[in-house]
């Protein structure tokens, strides 16, 4: 791997990472602070798959109606 598709990856797995940690912490008010805590520390260590995995877990578990609207 050439250093140019290493900074794209490291570059994409940051804004994962931060787009986690400012979701955990901002914007889902329903977490408790454990579990704020957890979502860091997966977002922080498990960058591509923290953010997919907050995504289908935490993100469809907050919005059931949203899917409703798209029918």
């Known amino acids: 791997m050439d250093m140019t598709t290493m900074g794209i990856m490291g570059s994409v797995q940051l804004i994962c990472a931060i787009w986690v940690i400012y979701e955990v912490w901002a914007v889902n008010r329903s977490l408790s602070t454990g579990g704020k805590i957890l979502w860091t ?9 923290g953010a997919a995995a907050y995504y289908f877990i935490e993100k469809n578990k907050r919005s059931p109606e949203a899917s409703d609207t798209l029918v």
Do not use: D, R, T, Y
Request: net charge neutral; charged share 0%.
């Open 41 to 49: 520390i997966v977002a922080l260590f498990f960058n591509l798959l």
